[in-house]
């Protein structure tokens, strides 16, 4: 079974619209922290935001919160006023604190802000 | 301060040929990774290295040789390029504490271009 599921291959979202992208995660490991990646046209992979199993609060970040429902296994990003900027590839990945050293990722979405 | 650098950025080189990508992290992380990211933007975890100790060792062809002279440094040799070698391939760094998870950093990625 995938360890991280992203199904929206590519999103389109009107400039200044908010915009969900979905992830969902498979494991029975109680402790794990769940990540969000940017990868824009440059390439670089930049962090976005982080959250952990255990954490009673989703998390934000600026722009950026996480929609995090533990029974349904989601941890779906949320965009707010979504920018020309970012416009970009966006990887869900998931860390497991059994086996630590290994992340992994889903295969991404690509999303397009509209002007 | 670049965090988790690696050389060359680009790379183009004939089939048949040795070649090797070099990454180096100052970030006091002990672990450390190598991911291949094919052109259908989906990244594929290769080695990971924890304190000069090899980790995960995935399904990779043995022309791929990882090496580690200390936890800073994490350099990729590839012998024999093939055409299905050309791929961005991303260096990236962690803590080896998986909770609270920390987040990998990724390096710029090298582009390999096999002819």
């Known amino acids: 079974a995938q360890k991280i599921t992203q199904t929206q291959p590519g999103m389109f979202v009107q400039e200044k619209e908010a915009v969900t992208l979905d992830c969902t995660y498979d494991?029975?490991?109680?402790?794990?922290?769940l990540f969000w990646y940017k990868q824009p046209s440059s390439g670089e992979m930049i962090f976005l935001i982080y959250q952990g199993s255990y954490d009673q609060q989703n998390a934000t970040e600026g722009r950026y919160s996480l929609n995090f429902q533990k029974a349904r296994k989601s941890a779906n990003l949320v965009i707010s006023a979504s920018q020309l900027g970012d416009s970009a590839m966006y990887f869900c990945a998931m860390r497991e604190g059994s086996t630590g050293n290994q992340f992994y990722f889903g295969t991404g979405t690509s999303l397009t802000v509209i002007p | 301060d670049t965090a988790v650098s690696q050389t060359p950025k680009y790379l183009v080189t004939q089939m048949g040929n040795d070649k090797s990508i070099k990454c180096e992290q100052n970030?006091?992380?002990?672990?450390m990774y190598w991911y291949k990211q094919d052109s259908k933007k989906f990244l594929k975890i290769m080695f990971s290295y924890n304190n000069k100790e090899l980790i995960i060792n995935e399904t990779v062809p043995n022309r791929f040789s990882p090496k580690s002279p200390d936890k800073a440094h994490l350099n990729l040799h590839i012998n024999s390029l093939e055409l299905g070698d050309s791929a961005v391939y991303f260096c990236?760094?962690?803590?080896?504490?998986?909770?609270?998870?920390?987040?990998?950093?990724f390096g710029p990625g090298t582009r390999l271009t096999v002819l």
């Open positions: 970030l006091g992380h002990d672990t």
């Open positions: 990236a760094s962690s803590h080896k504490l998986a909770y609270p998870p920390n987040e990998q950093f």
């Open positions: 494991t029975s490991d109680p402790s794990y922290g």
